[in-house]
């Protein structure tokens, strides 16, 4: 009986040893999706900057919003960190709030995200969504969008199918946020008018002479706030890494500045973000409070060493 005991104990601690093994080779990698925006190109640099000096490797898969959603929820994609309140509220609804996907931590508030017009539009009138229909013909009936399956573009059709504002008869057109802004630049040069999805954080909002709608509020909320979404358990099976993105928080001017840093000097997000961190060094209290190298060690020491 005691031999007996003695190899049932050996293996259990050997069951043990192997799980532990497998949950830390599960989390050697964190996996993060990108939509396409520039404000979430931006806080992954941060993210991967942060993780991969702390010696774990970091896969961003760039995904269509609702792909992104069913990631999560399918254990595909470890952490989001774009979910943009009020305009996801129905993806938050249908993952989160039935506890698929989990709710981690706010990381940005004050966000606006919603129609816009370039300054000369909003001189001539047009402040309001109520405003839009008397200018229809200059319009040409079209409201410029983002990617096709974005939250914001749903509600945009929404208020199409409703004939809200008495838009009926308007069409939405679904481009990439890099594709849009180009139409944008090329009717702001020929001072046309034109109205296109339009949020902050954005370089947008310093390159472009620009105003948001009113009017919009029961679509796309008033100001808004940016959350970080993690597939269901991960907090539990990583909790080093999931310390570190919970806390994470930014701000609207140091994603600006990290934006218009890429655009305008044509480097990465990678290497400005990466600028922007070893330049203001006091953020890496906070976001590393609590926090490890993947080893153990300090965690602020092994940032700092690869700044």
Same mark, same amino acid.
């Given at each position: 009986? $005691? ?22 080779? $599960? ?10 925006? /520039? ?12 993780? !991969? ?16 959603? #069913? ?8 952490? +989001? ?13 249908? +993952? ?12 940005? =508030? ?11 539009? %909003?001189?001539? #009138? ?11 013909? $200059? ?28 838009? #009926? ?6 481009? /990439? !946020? ?14 046309? @008018?034109?109205? @296109?999805?339009? %949020? ?16 919009? =509020? ?6 808004? =706030? ?49 600028? %922007? ?9 906070? %976001?590393?409070?609590?926090?490890? /190298? ?14």
């Amino acid at each position: 009986m $005691q031999k007996f005991s003695t190899a049932v104990l050996a293996l259990a601690l050997s069951l043990g040893a192997a799980s532990t093994h497998a949950e830390d080779a $599960q989390c050697n990698t964190v996996k993060l999706a990108d939509p396409g925006w /520039s404000d979430i190109a931006t806080t992954n640099a941060i993210t991967r900057l942060l993780l !991969e000096s702390l010696g774990y490797q970091v896969k961003i898969d760039s995904l269509a919003v609702p792909i992104i959603y #069913g990631g999560l929820k399918d254990g595909r994609v470890d952490a +989001f960190l774009g979910n943009w309140m009020p305009a996801h509220q129905g993806f938050h609804d249908k +993952f989160v709030a039935t506890g698929d996907v989990q709710q981690l931590a706010r990381n940005l =508030e004050g966000t606006e995200f919603t129609l816009a017009v370039p300054d000369y539009v %909003w001189n001539a #009138g047009v402040k309001n969504f109520a405003d839009l229909q008397a200018h229809a013909e $200059q319009f040409d009936k079209k409201l410029y969008g983002i990617g096709s399956g974005a939250p914001a573009n749903l509600s945009l059709k929404e208020i199409i199918d409703k004939n809200a504002f008495n838009l #009926g008869q308007w069409k939405l057109v679904e481009s /990439s !946020e890099q594709a849009m802004l180009a139409q944008v630049d090329r009717a702001v040069k020929k001072q046309q @008018f034109i109205t @296109f999805l339009g %949020w902050t954080p954005h370089p947008m909002n310093v390159k472009l002479k620009m105003h948001y709608l009113t009017g919009g =509020e029961q679509w796309f909320g008033s100001k808004g =706030e940016v959350y970080t979404l993690t597939r269901k358990g991960y907090a539990q099976a990583c909790p080093n890494t999931a310390k570190l993105l919970g806390n994470l928080r930014f701000t609207l001017d140091m994603e600006n500045s990290i934006m218009a840093e890429a655009v305008d000097k044509k480097v990465s997000f990678d290497e400005a973000s990466k600028a %922007w961190v070893k330049a203001h060094p006091e953020v890496l209290e906070a %976001w590393l409070a609590g926090v490890t /190298s993947k080893a153990g060690g300090d965690a602020k020491e092994a940032v700092k060493a690869k700044l």
